[in-house]
């Protein structure tokens, strides 16, 4: 069913969109197929060459960008970003001649405003914290705690992103610290060490008032 230009979003006419669940303001570009049960909040866009599979839930002002695949099991939150060509898997190790059930596909969830780089591979059951950031061309076969940054093949911890995206630290961390980002954001960093492969435990708290800088 191609629904061309709606009162609910755009469609291009190329596109294939096989559910009624969309919300308003979305675009869905050339050559993207939307099967039937997907679930798109308002103002998404989706880029051209993409595969939405059935049952996937994607929340409001998420941008995915063209040529990406996200197979069922997967749920975006709110002000995702998913750069050009990425991939989210469902089965851990598929076998041609000895399929799974459906029920038996493990979830992926990326939360609120994180952003998974260009080309990066998802391995399935391996949730994105909120405001995390997936490195252009990473592989990631472990959780991303919320605003830690990782990259690489597989994906390793290199430190911790704002909200905004700026880095405000790296990863060789000793102890607790406390990063204000230029944005103005303020955050307690909580590092178990030198272990680089541990993940860092990030909280945003209050910015400093006038009366606490005296």
């Known amino acids: 069913m191609n629904q061309g230009q709606v009162n609910i979003g755009m469609f291009a006419a190329t596109a294939i969109v096989e559910t009624g669940n ?33 049952s996937v839930i994607i929340g409001n002002r998420v941008k995915i960008q063209n040529g990406c695949n996200i197979f069922l099991g997967v749920e975006l939150c709110n002000g995702v970003f998913i750069a050009p060509n990425v991939t989210f898997t469902n089965v851990k190790r598929p076998r041609s ?19 998974i780089g260009a080309g990066s591979v998802i391995v399935c059951g391996n949730s994105i914290g909120k405001h995390a950031f997936v490195g252009a061309g990473s592989l990631v076969t472990k959780p991303v ?18 909200e905004c995206g ?7 961390l000793a102890h ?19 272990n ?7 909280t945003e708290i209050e910015p400093i008032t006038i009366g606490e800088q005296a």
């Not at 049960?37 to 599979?53: M, Q, W």
């Not at 705690?145 to 704002?162: D, E, K, T, W």
């Not at 700026?166 to 060789?172: A, C, E, F, Y």
Request: hydrophobic fraction near 25%.
């Open 176 to 194: 607790s610290i406390t990063r204000t980002c230029g944005c103005g954001k303020r955050y307690d960093i909580q590092s178990p060490g030198y």
């Open 196 to 202: 680089l492969n541990s993940p860092l435990d990030v």
């Open 145 to 162: 705690r919320p605003y830690n940054l990782v990259f690489g093949s597989p994906a390793q911890i290199q430190g911790v992103v704002c």
């Open 22 to 54: 969309i919300g308003r303001g979305t675009k869905i570009w050339n050559f993207t197929h939307i099967r039937e049960g997907a679930e798109i909040g308002e103002d998404c866009t989706i880029g051209n060459n993409c595969y939405i599979d059935k």
């Open 166 to 172: 700026n880095q405000i630290s790296d990863r060789s």
């Open 97 to 115: 001649q000895y399929p799974v059930d459906e029920f038996q596909y493990l979830e992926t969830c990326v939360g609120k405003g994180a952003t």
